[in-house]
Structures are given as C-alpha cells and as structure tokens.
C-alpha cells in the first residue's frame, strides 16, 4: 500500500519559513519517479508549485516560487521536502505531496491528474 504523508506545516508570519516533508511508504513500481508539490487555498484549485525526479534530483518549479522555495529529497530515507522562504500571505493553503504516474516530461506541468498518489496534505497559514 502506497502511502504519503506530510508534515512540518504551521503558522508563520509573513517573511517567514517553513520546511515540509513528505514521507513515502509501499511505493515499489520503479525504482525512481517523480513527486510534486501541490498547495490548495480555500475556494481555489489545487496548484502545482515543484517536481523533483529522485533519480537525479532534477527539479521544476511553478514561476510564483521560484528563488522561494526549493524541493530536495533524501532518497535513502524516502523523504521529499519542500524548503520555503520569503513567505507571503498568498502562500497559505494545504500541500500536498503527490507521486507523478509518468516520465519527467509528463509531470513538469504540474498538472493534478497525472499524479497518482496524494498525502492528506500539511497546513500552511502566512499571517500579514
């Protein structure tokens, strides 16, 4: 059973940082895929904001966090994280960490139907 789970969400001023990270448990199609970062405000689509191939840790990011955020991974521990800096009031919503079902090609529009397997998502608050 494939499962994913985030954490390190919080409150945070405006300015502010957080790290999450995402575990990742049961997933033993391939040894290396691509997972993504999405974020949902309230009343508002899921949003993609960065993929990362876990075979050569090459990245992609939405243009709203790039030089903001970046996503890494340990791959030894199955972790993916998502580092996030100079946050902003927009930034608030729920993330999620997602398992992409396609070659790097196909995951880097960050488009929510191609990525198989969602956590429950972390909480992210930015207060202006």
């Known amino acids: 059973q494939v499962r994913l789970v985030e954490s390190g969400g919080g409150s945070v001023q405006a300015g502010g940082s957080l790290r999450l990270s995402c575990a990742v448990s049961g997933y033993t199609y391939s040894v290396a895929y691509n997972m993504g970062w999405f974020r949902q405000a309230p009343g508002k689509e899921r949003e993609g904001i960065a993929t990362?191939?876990?075979?050569?840790?090459?990245?992609y990011y939405t243009d709203s966090v790039k030089g903001r955020f970046t996503i890494s991974q340990d791959n030894a521990k199955k972790m993916v994280y998502l580092q996030m800096n100079s946050l902003k009031s927009e930034d608030t919503g729920m993330y999620y960490c997602?398992?992409?079902?396609?070659?790097?090609?196909?995951?880097?529009?960050?488009?929510?139907?191609?990525?198989?397997?969602w956590g429950q998502g972390t909480q992210v608050t930015v207060s202006s």
């Open positions: 990362i191939y876990t075979s050569t840790s090459s990245t």
């Open positions: 997602a398992i992409c079902g396609g070659p790097s090609s196909y995951c880097r529009g960050l488009q929510p139907e191609r990525f198989v397997y």
